[in-house]
């Protein structure tokens, strides 16, 4: 294998396929990505036996090959090499070694052979559906925060993406849930889409894909069965492993009959939040809000560093009521509000609460209340 390739190309390429690969690799294959040189592209595979991830780059071929060479090592190199320059890579079969040529720079790296490198089958994702790339963004951006890191609790770790009925409209949603908070964000169902299982996609799956969609507008297919999803993105391609797991029925923890109605500006309302948890215990990270009339107070209490109290002007109108928050859950959650305005729907003192963003009808969080 002979090729030559632009260094950004390649670079850009490599920043893609490399972040799969895992630091700490106990089979050294993996370690690796394959490269395959063909039809005037060069092609990148990386895995860790859950994920894949497939990229092509154009790139002038001499002479076609595959071999698979150290993904941040590689990674590296190129990276450290001028802007702008050209990249040689020759591949040797018989010493198995790739030799990286740019300018006055050599290297010489180890190989191993390309018959090793696990290929994850994806002929059988019978579900394909297409969805804008900035709908897809949304879905995954508001619900990725509440994703549970709990490794007992497996079936959390993940988003539960699947189909569902809003008002009798047939609607496609994504819910992550740790336990003390929940995400819920639903959009209009591709008509392709109707008959897909509910499926958990994995938390580093979920990573991955955002950080391509990040780099692009294109709409984006998806194709999946009950134990894979495939994301592509023109000439990058995401595989993944789905979590075998039950999600637990969401619907149950989110209230009916909370009609204690709480508005206030989002962005001023975090602001104040994270002012005064600044000296919460950081164990709890425990916060008060005490709501009266068009005022809610804010507080926080420190063992040691001392109290906070600020005001913030809201519209509320029940009964008055003290209730307590998780700071960092509760900055988690107006962090996605995107409108002007959050909503805060109480029932008392020990029920969950439900959050809603004016600008954003098909988003709900539920978030449990803490003792303070």
Do not use: W
Request: charged fraction near 25%; hydrophobic fraction near 40%; charge should be negative.
């Amino acid at each position: 294998m002979k090729l030559t390739i632009e260094r950004s190309a390649l670079l850009s390429s490599l920043s893609h396929v490399q972040s799969v690969v895992e630091r700490r690799n106990t089979i050294p294959i993996l370690a690796n990505i394959l490269i395959n040189a063909r039809d005037g592209f060069l092609g990148l595979t990386a895995t860790d036996l859950d994920i894949a991830i497939n990229e092509k780059v154009a790139a002038n071929i001499g002479t076609e090959g595959a071999t698979t060479v150290p993904a941040h090592l590689l990674y590296d190199i190129i990276r450290k090499l001028p802007e702008g320059s050209q990249v040689e890579l020759d591949h040797n079969a018989a010493e198995e070694r790739i030799y990286v040529r740019c300018g006055q720079s050599k290297f010489a790296l180890a190989c191993l052979p390309q018959d090793d490198f696990p290929v994850m089958e994806t002929n059988q994702l019978p579900h394909n559906f297409v969805l804008a790339a900035n709908i897809l963004k949304r879905l995954i951006d508001k619900t990725r925060f509440a994703i549970s890191t709990e490794e007992t609790r497996y079936y959390l770790n993940g988003i539960y993406l699947h189909a569902a009925e809003t008002d009798g409209v047939p609607m496609l949603r994504a819910v992550a849930t740790d336990g003390h908070r929940l995400a819920r964000v639903e959009t209009p169902i591709p008509s392709d889409a109707e008959g897909m299982p509910g499926v958990i996609v994995p938390r580093k799956a979920v990573s991955e894909v955002l950080r391509l969609i990040d780099e692009r507008d294109e709409p984006v297919a998806i194709s999946l069965s009950e134990t894979k999803i495939c994301f592509s993105f023109g000439d990058t391609i995401l595989t993944s492993k789905l979590i075998d797991g039950t999600f637990p029925d969401y619907e149950r923890v989110i209230p009916e009959g909370n009609d204690k109605v709480l508005e206030l500006d989002g962005k001023s309302f975090a602001q104040a939040v994270d002012r005064v948890s600044t000296v919460a215990t950081e164990k709890t990270r425990a916060i008060k809000l005490s709501l009266s009339g068009n005022l809610i107070t804010l507080s926080a209490t420190g063992a040691e560093a001392g109290s906070a109290t600020e005001e913030v002007a809201a519209s509320y109108g029940s009964d008055e009521m003290e209730i307590g928050f998780n700071s960092k859950y509760l900055l988690d959650i107006t962090g996605q509000i995107d409108g002007e305005n959050a909503r805060f729907l109480f029932a008392d003192a020990g029920s969950p609460t439900i959050v809603k963003d004016s600008a954003d009808e098909g988003a709900l969080y539920v978030l449990m209340p803490m003792r303070v």
